[in-house]
């Protein structure tokens, strides 16, 4: 066996990455490659991961995040960063809490009959025993973080951060207990965030109803989507510009069913040209009433219990769920005279993101964080360019988000999260936040000795706030934290940029001093093929696990990054899969090429005299190490992939390996064969193992599994060097006159497609040349054309110069390319070929014709089959046109 043979041995005959991925994903793990030290002399670059639910399981949304990450984390190790990527997982303070007690549903058991201590036992045993599976998931991915400092929001570290960060809030007095609007989910009993709110679009009704006006005549109607709400109406309110109300602002109406008198108010907030123009004000059911309420100092009326039942406020309809309340009250309006019309109404209704309840915006007393003072210094840091989005015009939404922000409820009706650390003394009002161990033994207020905590429980968002400083060991002043805070870059979705980006940035501006990150690169949301969000609902999800097992990480990891553009929404096409996959299959079988052609090569061997071919190939990779590292460094990732595809496949495999094999085989007759041969390994070996290094950040498998079978210095492609640009192996020249030859090549080899000449069968080309430069270059490349162009010879003329009978002809820049068709074809049979298949082009134009015709079709037809056949009929005719062509061009030699 050949030294090249042996080397060839170590890849398989077939790409599988089942085996590969694996090997590797151990093997780095083992030897600590993916581990950061403080002390590395490199420049910081440190990320942390978006933290995943602990009850989740990988989707594409993580598959898509943590490839973005991975490839950033891959790059900056192999340019010398001194790289830190955190992982961890969120606690999912409802999802969490929900599948335990789905769980003790089993088992007849409620939360309650365990009590709250036993039921968090529960809860814990459920993290231990299920809680690890996304994070395995995470590394089938291949993403190479620092698993040695993995954290989770609920560890002891990340507690105390919490704490800390609350009660540091509370002295600034910056968080309050108040009585405020918020999202309360009658089902899990609990309020949620606004993020947790998800809006769907229904089929509903707009009710309008007559509001009586009293001390006078006449009424207002209003109009509304929820009827059940108005029992707790405390006015109705117009625009103050609105003419045709100027008369009763300051005047009462009536509430219907509840014979209640209620103000008519002015307020901006109002739409003149909605509805009537006139609208009721809920002020404990409607976050903006609740808004309107404030300014008019409007009371606020619950006639909701926290089960959407109808409670004493209510009146009549006391005791009624909701929506039975809602069919009552109607039903009543309507009978008393009060219900004018009914329309049809289509409405965004908001629903809990847990259990599809729909949400009831209710007043009620909460743990707030004060966010104006928070929000300021958030937005400066925008402005001065500290903090900078990627694509820029998020920062627009960012901005807008915070300029018009509101209190932030952060109270969680749960058993698990983090408890608000607040006492209350069980006599009186006095309550004391600080650390459990600080709790007074006495009330300083009335002398009482009993306090009970805060049963409440913090919004998860307000822990994974603190993630880029309290993952890094804060409040404690720890070697991570003081090398990797700010982190160098956020990568995460377009859809958290409120709930999560901009809570971290002000939580870290406020307890740092700094932004927690430099750059926040923005990446779309993962669609189907047909451009819908994927759901369970629709059935249209995607299992990234099922794809790794059949196609492999690589192939998943660089099919969704090639479809990237920053910010962007990605459509998922499984086709895509099948051709991300044949280009690893690619590269592989090139890779194997190589491997098997390096009989005699000796890595401290100078090179010798370099081909055009050699100094194309050079150049073209020159500009690709320029072109990926430019555009990685921009977050154009997709380009960055796209432009190695493009060359890997094209440049080097199509092109650069076939125009090397007479070299490698010994049928070059230029000069020396062994000289000529190693040149080409030379210059094989040099591009194959770059563009692994600038391949090994998006499919990192492949590319080790490659890399290790070369000549090369190291132990793993992972800390290989990033390649560096040569502007000395940039050669426009060479570029050009390449570019020449591949031209003419391709008008040959299409010229033959045209004609189905079989690939092996040759024959002579002859070329006629317009000026003396173009002969040099031609002569030049006539090895490349003979061989690649399937030519017994080549015969070069300058013009003007006969045109050769019975030949087909192409141009490219300025060279006459001739076919002569004697040694190639039988133009006669060619001739009644092309005439056969011309009469059935003609016969399937005129069948479409006449269906398209048809009147009868076309009404009957669906739009979709009447468009299937209209392309139908152009691609018949474009067919026609195509035969007539080649025809003609034969008759007429």
């Not at 409670?311 to 009549?316: D, M, Q």
């Not at 003609?842 to 669906?862: D, M, Q, T, Y």
């Amino acid at each position: 066996m050949t030294t090249s043979q042996k080397a060839a041995s170590g890849l398989s005959t077939t790409y599988d990455p089942g085996q590969v991925e694996k090997k590797w994903y151990d093997h780095w793990q083992e030897q600590g490659y993916f581990t950061a030290d403080p002390n590395h002399p490199g420049q910081p670059f440190s990320v942390v991961m978006p933290p995943p639910n602990v009850t989740g399981s990988l989707h594409l949304g993580h598959a898509l995040d943590n490839t973005l990450q991975d490839i950033l984390v891959r790059y900056k190790r192999m340019q010398g960063f001194n790289v830190l990527w955190v992982p961890g997982t969120d606690h999912a303070g409802i999802a969490t809490q929900a599948k335990v007690e789905e769980a003790l549903a089993k088992e007849n058991v409620s939360k309650y009959d365990l009590g709250r201590e036993a039921f968090l036992e529960r809860v814990w045993d459920w993290k231990h025993q299920y809680g690890n599976r996304i994070t395995t998931q995470l590394r089938t991915l291949g993403t190479s973080c620092d698993w040695s400092r993995e954290r989770f929001t609920m560890d002891e570290g990340c507690s105390e951060a919490v704490q800390a960060v609350f009660i540091r809030l509370f002295e600034k007095g910056l968080i309050y207990r108040g009585h405020r609007i918020i999202n309360w989910c009658p089902k899990c009993q609990t309020t949620i965030s606004d993020i947790e709110v998800e809006h769907q679009e229904r089929g509903g009704h707009l009710w309008h109803i007559r509001y009586p006006v009293i001390d006078g005549e006449g009424e207002v109607v209003v109009a509304t989507t929820r009827p059940e709400t108005m029992l707790g109406d405390t006015a109705v309110a117009v625009h103050p510009d609105d003419s045709r109300y100027q008369h009763l602002i300051g005047k009462m109406v009536r509430l219907p069913l509840l014979d209640r008198a209620i103000p008519v108010i002015a307020d901006a907030y109002v739409d003149p040209a909605f509805g009537t123009g006139v609208v009721k004000i809920t002020p404990a059911h409607d976050p903006n009433d609740f808004e309107v309420g404030l300014r008019h100092q409007l009371p606020q009326i619950n006639v909701m219990t926290k089960e959407a039942y109808m409670n004493e406020a209510a009146g009549p309809y006391a005791g009624m769920e909701r929506y039975a309340c809602r069919k009552q009250l109607v039903a009543d309006l309507e009978a008393q005279g009060y219900l004018v019309n009914i329309k049809e109404h289509i409405h965004a209704v908001g629903q809990c993101y847990r259990c599809d309840t729909v949400v009831e915006p209710m007043v009620s007393p909460q743990w707030f964080v004060r966010m104006q003072p928070l929000a300021e210094p958030a937005m400066e840091a925008v402005h001065d360019g500290r903090l900078r989005f990627v694509p820029e015009r998020f920062s627009k939404i960012y901005l807008g988000w915070l300029e018009n922000i509101r209190d932030w409820c952060i109270s969680r009706q749960l058993w698990w999260g983090h408890r608000i650390p607040v006492w209350y003394c069980d006599d009186c009002d006095y309550l004391y936040c600080g650390t459990a161990d600080g709790v007074p033994e006495v009330c300083p207020k009335c002398g009482a000795t009993h306090f009970e905590q805060d049963p409440d429980v913090l919004d998860t968002w307000f822990s994974s706030g603190l993630w880029p400083f309290s993952t890094l060991g804060w409040p404690e002043k720890t070697a991570d934290l003081e090398r990797y805070y700010p982190t160098s870059v956020l990568v995460t979705g377009r859809d958290i940029i409120f709930f999560w980006v901009a809570r971290m940035v002000f939580l870290g501006m406020e307890f740092m001093g700094e932004v927690p990150f430099r750059e926040v690169f923005i990446h779309g949301l993962i669609l189907d093929a047909q451009g819908r969000k994927m759901s369970k609902s629709l059935g249209n999800g995607i299992d990234p696990i099922e794809v790794i097992e059949k196609y492999g990480a690589d192939t998943l990891r660089f099919m969704l990054v090639t479809a990237n553009t920053p910010g962007n929404d990605i459509r998922f096409h499984m086709e895509r899969l099948d051709a991300t996959r044949n280009f690893a299959n690619k590269i592989w079988n090139a890779a194997r090429f190589v491997l098997m052609n390096l009989d005699g090569y000796e890595s401290h061997q100078p090179h010798g005299e370099r081909t055009l071919a050699d100094r194309w190939i050079l150049s073209r990779y020159a500009h690709l190490v320029d072109d990926v590292t430019k555009a990685l460094d921009s977050y154009d990732v997709g380009d960055a992939a796209s432009r190695i595809y493009e060359f890997l496949w094209s440049e080097f495999c199509d092109w650069y390996i076939e125009l090397a094999k007479p070299r490698l085989f010994g049928k070059d007759n230029s000069g020396d064969p062994e000289q000529a041969r190693y040149a080409a390994q030379k210059v094989l070996i040099h591009v194959l193992r770059g563009t692994m290094q600038l391949l090994h950040p998006f499919m990192p498998f492949l590319t080790e599994e490659i890399w290790q079978q070369l000549p090369r210095h190291g132990k793993t492609i992972m800390r290989a060097p990033w390649p560096r640009l040569s502007e000395e192996a940039q050669d426009s020249e060479a570029e050009a006159q390449m570019s020449l030859i591949m031209e003419v090549i391709r008008a040959i080899r299409n010229l033959r497609a045209e004609l189905n000449v079989a690939p092996g069968k040759k024959a002579a080309v002859i070329l006629h040349v317009a000026d003396e430069g173009t002969q040099k270059v031609i002569e030049a490349g006539l090895s490349y054309i003979q061989n690649l162009g399937s030519a017994t010879a080549v015969t070069v003329a300058m013009l003007p110069a006969p045109a050769p009978s019975g030949a087909v002809t192409a141009i490219v820049s300025g060279v006459q390319i001739f076919l002569p068709l004697k040694d190639l074809i039988d133009i006669n049979k060619e001739i009644a070929r092309l005439s056969k298949e011309l009469a059935n082009a003609e016969n399937e134009i005129k069948r479409l014709s006449g269906k398209l015709n048809n009147a009868g079709f076309v009404a009957k037809a669906p739009a979709e089959v009447i468009a299937k056949e209209k392309e139908k009929l152009a691609d018949a005719e474009q067919k026609k046109a195509a035969l007539q062509e080649r025809l003609d061009a034969l008759q007429n030699l």
